[in-house]
């Protein structure tokens, strides 16, 4: 039987990795806030002049914004879901 479980301190570097990952949750978050604030305004100009089809594209860029978002916030709960999954296979 082989028993073999993530190494955080095997490697140099891990430390940095984890604030570089960290760092890159943080940019997905703002730029999914970003995305957000402009699909709002596509759909908000899109309504107010009439046009289904820019009003339908900022309801579709709201609802992937939202989804990207959901996404970077849960990434490491995911990632430790399916870590435990594995594990039991």
Known sequence: ??????????????????????AVMTVGLILS?????????????????SNPHLAGRGK????????AAVVCGASVALVNFFWGVGQQV
Not at 1 to 20: H, K
């Open 60 to 67: 579709v860029g709201l609802l992937i914004s939202c989804g």
């Open 1 to 22: 039987m082989i028993d073999i479980d993530p190494n955080s301190s095997g490697l140099p570097g891990i430390e940095q990795l984890r604030v570089i990952v960290g």
């Open 33 to 49: 806030v970003l995305a957000l604030i402009v699909s709002a305004i596509v759909w908000a100009y899109g309504a107010n002049s």
